[in-house]
């Protein structure tokens, strides 16, 4: 299994899209037939996407120095599985599952 860096980079097409939506004008321009165009007005889910795009760049996603860590071990072969620990969050996991089913 390969482990890498892909969240940042989906991120990054993300926020590099909302950017280039963004740059739009919302100003009336000219056209080549010479009609003015329409004024466009942005909802407030833009302002929001940024403020989100802002959010996440300065926020770690996760440790890379950990992550580092368990790839090495993965690869030399020392990384050590804590069964009593996948256990008990693949059990919480499913009971939270059956409460959201029973609302």
């Known amino acids: 299994m390969k482990i890498d860096d892909k969240l940042p980079k989906?991120?990054?097409t993300i926020t590099?899209?909302?950017?280039?939506?963004?740059?739009k004008t919302a100003e009336p321009t000219s056209?080549?037939?010479?009609?003015?165009?329409?004024?466009?007005?942005?909802?407030?889910m833009s302002s929001q996407l940024?403020?989100?795009?802002a959010t996440m760049a300065?926020?770690?996603?996760?440790d890379a120095d950990k992550v580092?860590?368990?790839?090495a071990a993965i690869s030399n072969g020392s990384f050590k599985i804590n069964a009593?620990?996948?256990?008990g969050g693949?059990?919480?996991?499913?009971?939270?599952?059956?409460?959201?089913?029973k609302i």
Do not use: M, Y
């Not at 590099?16 to 740059?23: A, G, Q």
């Not at 056209?31 to 407030?44: D, E, F, H, M």
């Not at 940024?50 to 795009?53: K, P, R």
């Not at 300065?58 to 996760?62: G, P």
């Open 10 to 12: 989906v991120a990054s």
């Open 16 to 23: 590099d899209k909302i950017d280039k939506s963004n740059r």
């Open 31 to 44: 056209t080549t037939t010479g009609r003015k165009a329409g004024n466009v007005t942005l909802s407030p």
């Open 50 to 53: 940024q403020s989100l795009e």
């Open 58 to 62: 300065s926020d770690n996603v996760f």
């Open 68 to 71: 580092e860590s368990i790839k």
């Open 84 to 87: 009593s620990k996948v256990a």
């Open 90 to 101: 693949l059990i919480s996991t499913v009971k939270d599952l059956v409460a959201a089913n």
